[in-house]
């Protein structure tokens, strides 16, 4: 497979970034052109769009790393919203389009929403990015001032949290020993199964 870039078509091989120069309103063209695709995964920066076609890994780790925070909220009898696929956009400034969103001390504030407006509405509490391929930044987050990022990258979980106006490497203000928790599961996940990772979450929660 080649790589593809024209008005009417994109095609990335798997695992391929593609950094550009371009404005916002590229970016929106890019957006449409791919509607409501997963690959490629887009990005704005000021000034430049990258686009990323996800490998395989990608996915599974992310749907593991949403699986355990979903499992975790439920053990700690949390109301929370989560969102996957999703497109987070401050016009000019930033598009990006992180694996998961979760909303859980701001819930009531997406509750039976179709769209959220990222200029006024409270951003996710928790974030989840998985990066294979270099696509990603922590100053990604910063213009919508996410209290916390997850950020997976070389089969490592950094818990990134807002402090002021920076992120800084720290354990999640959510889930103690969240990173311990990721670590298990992830060998557990390559040696069996996603579902197999989760079961050994169920039971080290029930005899914890």
Known sequence: MHTVITPERIELPPG??????????????LSQLLG???????KYRPGEILLMAPLPAHGRDASLLGLIVTTLLDHLNHTYDSFTPITISLPQVSG???????????????VGKNRIDWLNDPPPDLVIEVDVTSYTSIDDYLPYRVPEVWLLKNKQLLVYRLLSENYVITESSYFPKAREIVQQCLQIANEQTTSEA????RSFLRES
């Open 198 to 201: 989760i079961k050994w979450l």
């Open 16 to 29: 391929t970034v593609v950094r550009m120069l371009g404005s916002w309103q590229d970016y929106q063209v």
């Open 96 to 110: 990006i389009e992180p694996d998961f969103c979760f909303y859980i001390e701001n819930w009531r504030s997406v």
């Open 36 to 42: 409501d695709r997963c690959s490629p995964r887009i």
